[in-house]
């Protein structure tokens, strides 16, 4: 046990305190994170310290050198998390880069070793990825909106669901799934308040203890649709959930605006929940990807309360009345 902690495991903590580091210099230095260029080519270079500091007559088959590079970069994610330095939305959105450029960075050292004797075939091999990945950055991506729509079809009338969406109060933990979002620390939605104001009405979101924003109402059409535009005044969301890199009205990343539409179906009503956000962090697809995966996962949420409060409500009407007759 001794000889293999100071052989293997003490230089796989050595190198992924140095990746650390190394991160935290290119913070320092306001290198853009969010970009093709870092998200491949950091974890490529990394991969390419990894393999060059291995522990020497160790790791000699290709599956050991595998699980050596792998192994070594999860350990730097890992003490990101522990350290604080980083949270699990942004560990989980930068996860696949850093897989893929971890490997690239090994192979670029395969490349190297394969090659020794021949100098400007190995500086090639070292410099025209990195030179692929900085001209993608330069590749001309315009800033995008994403329309993200959800439906739900529910056992109640149109006028019964759209008067469930004005207020939602009191949501209990287990009345709502856990999703994969709530797993990476978004918290749950506990109550939505609708306030009617002189100058026009908002609704108030509030989402466990620590995520509170508004929702300016902009269209309001009796049993079939409301419309707004979402605020995030001062304060809104508690330190540590949000990922720091992409904010909410930041530079890469915005909530714009929101609608619910109710549709009458006969014996069913349809409900559909739509978020407008919008990006400009030039990931393209990547970027959109994590839209979509974090709306969609809002949206069920809030669609599945609606319904099951809206089904029990009708049902119980229904009970009502037939217990009259």
Known sequence: MPLTFFKIFLPAVS???????LYLIALWLGVETVSWLFLLGFPAIAGFIIMWFRPPNTFKTFGASLAWLI?????AV????IS???????VAMALFPIIIGTLIGGLLYLLV??????????????????LALGLLDLAPVPPQTYAISNTVLIDAPPALVFEMLKTIPDIAPD???TRASHLLGVPKPTQAIWEERFEGAIRHSYWGDGVRFDERITAFEQDRRIAWDFEFPEGWIEEG???PHITVGGRYFDVLSGEYRVEDLGAKTRLTLTTWTYDSSRLGRYAE???????DDFHETILTVVKSRSEARASSVTGALTAEF
């Not at 604080?84 to 942004?90: D, K, N, P, T």
């Not at 990807?289 to 709306?295: G, I, R």
């Open 84 to 90: 604080g330095l980083e949270g699990m939305i942004c």
């Open 175 to 177: 009345e709502v799934p």
């Open 71 to 75: 192994g070594t970069m999860w350990l």
């Open 113 to 130: 070793l394969r090659w020794r004797g021949r100098a400007q075939t190995r500086l090639m091999a070292v410099t025209l990825p990195l």
């Open 289 to 295: 990807f994590w839209h979509v995966f974090f709306f």
């Open 241 to 243: 959930i949000e990922d």
């Open 78 to 81: 890992a003490l990101s998390l």
């Open 15 to 21: 190198l992924a305190c140095a990746m650390l580091g």
